[in-house]
């Protein structure tokens, strides 16, 4: 069931990751989720203006060409009653390059539709988008959601929880069963992910590591998978686990995708975040610290994952984020 709201929403999202993030949106008849600025357009003349328009390489010879044209043309609201709208920009590069700094577009929405709300949802810390400029941001959005609760706190933004949605993940049989697996970015936190491996398989654990994003003369350990996956196949590797392993970025605080992962697909969790345990997404026969727990993984990861309840499953739904929008702009 979709929430009943006061306003209809259209959301500036992403696919991958938050395709499947959103996914319980996708039959809301209140609200339209974009994977992509185009996703409205179907004629193929208007298409390849408006690709004209935002291209980046254009616009350092000429403002956005076409706009006048390209603009009208750029959404199709397919919402069949009168309520207000809310704009909903996720605070990435991809928006905020390409629809804030000092793009018309965003002035054109606030002149077409004058009574519409207008607000961001960053669901990485602040300090890894130098795009986003937040004294400026302030000025253009009625409300900013952050998924961290420290910039939260540094920058005076409202908390909600990174959206979750049960996804049906197409089974893929040709993926080798493992006990712990873990895809992401390596960046700094690299030396303890090597270090994990290394103690898990030295316990006779099969572990599907795939590490990104590693600097240069940072060492290669014969077993992980040093390329990135698509969210999809992400999933389709979790799903044939039997643990996801969590580590955390340097300065975030907050709940990474691996602890949604880990309880819609009914997986334990190991993870460094020592805050998690004090959180009420932990389930302590599943829930394990990497500094406690990883000596005795042996004893607890061939133990079934019991379901997360309907309940919570409802709580980290996106459905949710709507209704704390929904209520945020009614109060006002």
């Known amino acids: 069931m979709c929430t009943n709201t006061t306003y209809n929403y259209v959301i500036f999202g992403t696919g991958d990751y938050y395709k499947v993030g959103y996914y319980d949106l996708t039959q809301c008849p209140n609200v339209l989720y974009l994977e992509h600025y ?3 357009i179907r004629n193929p003349f208007v298409r390849l203006l408006t690709r004209v328009t935002f291209s980046q390489k ?24 009168n309520k207000p709208l809310c704009f909903l920009y996720f605070g990435n590069v991809y928006w905020t390059t390409a629809f804030l700094v000092d793009s018309p577009f965003f002035n054109y929405l606030k002149k077409t539709y004058p009574d519409a709300k207008f607000g961001m949802y960053i ?13 400026r941001i302030k ?4 409300f900013i959601f952050s998924y961290d609760k420290g910039d939260c706190a540094k920058y005076n933004l409202i908390y909600h929880p990174t959206p ?10 040709a993926i080798s069963e493992s006990d712990v697996y873990f895809c992401g970015k390596g960046k700094d936190r690299y030396p303890l992910i090597h270090a994990i491996y290394e103690q898990c398989t030295a316990q006779g654990l099969t572990c599907d590591f795939y590490l990104t994003d590693l600097p240069s003369n940072a060492p290669r350990i014969k077993g992980i998978h040093y390329y990135s996956l698509s969210y999809i196949e992400n999933l389709q590797h979790l799903v044939r686990s039997k643990c996801v392993l969590e580590i955390m970025q340097s300065e975030a605080d907050g709940f990474t995708p691996r602890v949604w992962e880990s309880l819609f697909y009914s997986k334990h969790l190991l ?11 932990y389930r302590p026969q599943f829930s394990h610290l990497v500094s406690a727990d990883t000596d005795t993984i042996n004893e607890w990861i061939n133990q079934p994952v019991a379901p997360m309840s309907a309940a919570l499953q409802n709580e980290l739904s996106p ?5 704390h ?7 006002h």
Request: glycine share 0%.
């Open 38 to 40: 185009m996703q409205t």
């Open 164 to 173: 979750y949605s049960a996804y049906p993940v197409p089974q893929d049989d």
């Open 58 to 81: 254009v616009n350092k010879l000429f403002r956005y060409p076409f706009s006048r044209f390209t603009f009208k043309h750029l959404l199709t609201l397919p919402f069949k009653d």
């Open 271 to 281: 993870t460094n975040n020592a805050s998690f345990m004090h959180s009420p997404y």
């Open 139 to 142: 000025e253009q959005f009625d």
């Open 319 to 323: 459905k949710k984020l709507i209704e």
């Open 123 to 135: 669901q990485d810390i602040v300090a890894r988008n130098p795009h986003l400029d937040m004294p």
């Open 325 to 331: 929008i929904d209520i945020i702009l009614t109060k």
